[in-house]
Every structure is written in C-alpha cells, then in structure tokens.
C-alpha cells in the first residue's frame, strides 16, 4: 500500500511537531512500512485511510509517532566511544583531587537500553569502590522507555555486539529472554525525555552521550539541543557525539578534544564580560596597570 504526497506531509509534520524529527522526501518508504502494521491492526483498507483516521485520535497518533522513531542500537555500538570512556575519559575523572565521588552519566536518546546499560558495565568494571555513578537513560518514546526498566533482551538483541563474557557476568537467562542483572538496573535511572523540548530540572552531567541522534534534526534544532545539553553539562564535563556528528559545527560553546581514536566535545569557557569601572575611561592599559587597576 503506497501512501499520497498529501498524508506522507501530514505524517512528517506530526512527527517534527512531536519529536523535531525531519521525515523529508524520499524516506516514503521507510514511513510506509512503519504505518503498515498500523494500519492492518486499525482495520484501515489502505494507508491513506489511515492517515484519515489518524488525523481525528490523539492516541493513533501517539502510535505513528512511537513507530517513527529511529531506534537502531546494539551493545557498545562503534566500540571506540566506550574504549575511550574506560581508558581515557573515566580515569581523568578519578584522578580530579577535588569534588563528590559521584558520577552522572546521560545517555539521551537511548533506544531500548544497549547504550545505557552498555556505559553501565563498563562503570561496573572500572568504578572506584568509592565512588557510585548514575546513568539517566532517556528516549522521547515511551515504548522504549518501558524497555529499559524491563531490561530484558533477546537472543537475536544480545547477539548484536554484546561479548560473551558480559552476556554471563551480567544477564540471566529467563525463558526465550535475557535480564540484566540487578546491579546494572540499579545503576541507570530512565525516563521519557524529549531532546527538542523544554529540558526538565536534571544533575550536572560529567559525561553525555550524544550519539547518532542530531543528524535526523535540522539546523536550528541541532543548534537547540547542543546549547541545552551545554547548559546541563559539566564544565570540564565530556560529550559524545556519533562518528558521523563530530564533524558538525557545534559553534563557539564547545571545544574539541582527542581521546584514542575518537574526538570528543568539552564545554569551551565562557567569555569574560568586561565591565567598564567608573572613573578609568579612557585610560590605556598601560594607564591601569601603573595604577595597580
């Protein structure tokens, strides 16, 4: 079943307006058969007619937005950002002399959990034993959301990049699935969360992974959610952008830095706003420095 220019227009403008995601021409396929399977379970004859249908119940939407979302992920995915993360950005962080022996790491746009969890075997194996670490777990879509507080997987999910000797030190089998082990749960905290929005009262951040999520916005939202994320993040905080974003211009806000094989973002400092004191106008620096000013 093909989908007309007009519903595939109404479909990219509910998922932009929801979730700042583009949906341009050319992925009519790809929104197709994700609306297929909606369609059949409505009872819809065609996909115009569900789009029809949709237009008219607030709930069906919340489902084509849900069924839109891109959620391809698999254990530590590209593997670099996570070898960088134990043997590069953890262990600057332990040797700071001074601060909580806390860490906040934020994983947005999580998917079903592989990232979250993944940074949260790694924190396991390296964690100092007396430091403690939360991982904030969010994706803009509650089905996802629901998968990271069940924290089960499976065999065909586990297959994809987990190594076997993490699938036993930190999964049980149970029935045709896999649950992580409680330890891990207890670690990462996730809630719904939408990247493009208003942004809730969150920690401090020391580390936020960004990855592979600001090529499906436009400019003006990559924009938006970079100078949300700076304002939650650390000052001498980390962030971790996919392979394909580091590249981006992330504007004066950030500094580039690399780790290993992969560059990571620290928050630039803020300029020095330079206030005029009264009674030095027009005074050379020269002038100010012989008078001690």
Not at 91 to 98: D, Q
Request: proline share 6%; aromatic share 8%; charged share 25%.
């Amino acid at each position: 079943m093909s989908l007309s220019q007009q519903s595939f227009a109404y479909v990219g403008e509910l998922v932009h307006r929801e979730t700042a995601m583009v949906y341009a021409l050319g992925k009519e396929y790809l929104v197709e058969a994700r609306l297929l399977p909606l369609a059949v379970a409505a009872g819809q004859p065609d996909l115009d007619s569900y789009v029809s249908a949709v237009r008219e119940d607030v709930t069906e939407q919340g489902k084509v937005v849900d069924a839109l979302m891109i959620n391809e992920t698999s254990w530590f995915r590209d593997n670099k950002p996570f070898r960088a993360l134990a043997t590069g950005i953890l262990p600057e962080i332990f040797a700071r002399p001074e601060g909580p022996r806390r860490l906040n790491v934020w994983s947005a746009a999580c998917s079903s959990g592989q990232e979250p969890y993944s940074i949260a075997m790694v924190l396991d194996q390296h964690l100092p034993g007396d430091w403690s670490a939360d991982v904030w777990a969010t994706d803009v879509s509650p089905t996802m959301v629901e998968r990271v507080q069940a924290g089960r997987y499976t065999q065909v999910e586990v297959n994809r990049g987990l190594p076997a000797t993490s699938l036993v030190d930190y999964f049980t089998r149970e029935g045709s699935e896999w649950a992580v082990a409680q330890r891990l749960k207890e670690m990462v905290r996730p809630s719904r969360l939408n990247l493009a929005g208003q942004l809730p009262a969150m920690p401090r951040f020391d580390i936020v992974f960004l990855r592979n999520v600001l090529i499906y916005f436009d400019d003006e939202t990559k924009q938006r959610v970079l100078d949300g994320v700076r304002d939650v993040i650390s000052p001498n905080g980390y962030l971790v952008l996919g392979s394909s974003e580091t590249s981006l211009d992330l504007g004066e806000r950030w500094a580039r830095e690399t780790c290993g094989r992969i560059m990571l973002h620290r928050p630039a400092p803020r300029p020095r706003v330079h206030v005029p004191r009264p009674g030095l106008a027009g005074l050379t620096d020269h002038d100010l420095t012989a008078m001690g000013a």
